[in-house]
């Protein structure tokens, strides 16, 4: 007979099975027999935009995997300014130091509304434990994350404001790129893009006005990519 507890990890590991994303997801390798394993339930949490998934040095007791919407990861320099370093999207995995170290090193913030599945850092534990199937998945996340941070530091860091926001609407746009994206408050980027929030301001309206960008609704826009990618390549 299943105690409350595992009957609630039973009903998480059914959803992982079944999970629209699961190929994307930090459990795609694990098979049938991995998920008897779990015996800590796995949340399936709903966060509306501007809500915190974890604050910095608050204690890492878990790993997210993100749903649907979008995540925020927030860098606290030393002198208390913010540097925002990276987007979780669909599939990714947010917190993955609690699996090293004690605390979160950044502030994940919901940029939209957003599902993520909340996985208990004994859940990894005991799975990484059981099978290497886990083990060389998170490698592959830790590699992922790793090298998406590079780059979005890279190609947000370089290069003229104009470059910095072209590139940054064709990271937005590369999954779905006929899809309008939302843009984000002038503060986020310029906390992106490491410009003033009048310079944020002054390159969008440019690029309205230059037709790279259309706005169909309030802050929701359609992407001129063609265009984009030439205003990445030159000042």
């Known amino acids: 007979m299943k105690t409350p507890q595992i009957e609630a990890a039973w009903k998480g590991t059914a959803a992982c099975r079944n999970c629209a994303i699961r190929h994307l997801a930090l459990f795609s390798e694990l098979e049938e027999t991995d998920f008897q394993h779990i015996h800590l339930p796995i949340e399936e949490l709903h966060f509306d935009a501007g809500a915190q998934l974890y604050g910095l040095d608050e204690p ?13 990861l927030v860098h606290v320099q030393a002198d208390g300014t913010q540097r925002i370093v990276r987007l979780f999207r669909r599939g990714a995995v947010a917190g993955l130091e609690a699996l090293v170290r004690p605390s979160y090193e950044h502030i994940a913030i919901c940029v939209q509304p957003t599902e993520v599945c909340r996985i208990p850092r004994e859940v990894i534990g005991q799975l ?10 998170l490698m592959e996340k830790w ?38 994206v939302r843009l984000f ?3 986020d980027l310029g906390a992106m893009l490491a410009v003033t929030l009048e310079t944020a301001s002054r390159t969008i309206s440019e690029f309205k006005r230059a037709g790279l960008i259309r706005e169909i609704a309030h802050n929701l826009v359609l992407c001129d990519r063609d265009g984009l990618m030439a205003a990445a390549r030159t000042d």
């Open 185 to 187: 408050t002038r503060e």
């Open 128 to 137: 990484q434990a059981e099978t290497p199937r886990l083990h060389r998945r």
């Open 60 to 72: 890492a007791r878990a790993v997210f995997t993100i749903r649907s919407g979008m995540v925020k």
């Open 143 to 180: 590699y992922e994350a790793l090298s998406v941070a590079d780059d979005f530091l890279t190609d947000l860091s370089t290069g003229s404001a104009r470059q910095r926001l072209a590139r940054l609407l064709l990271h937005l746009t590369a999954e779905q790129p006929e899809q309008p």
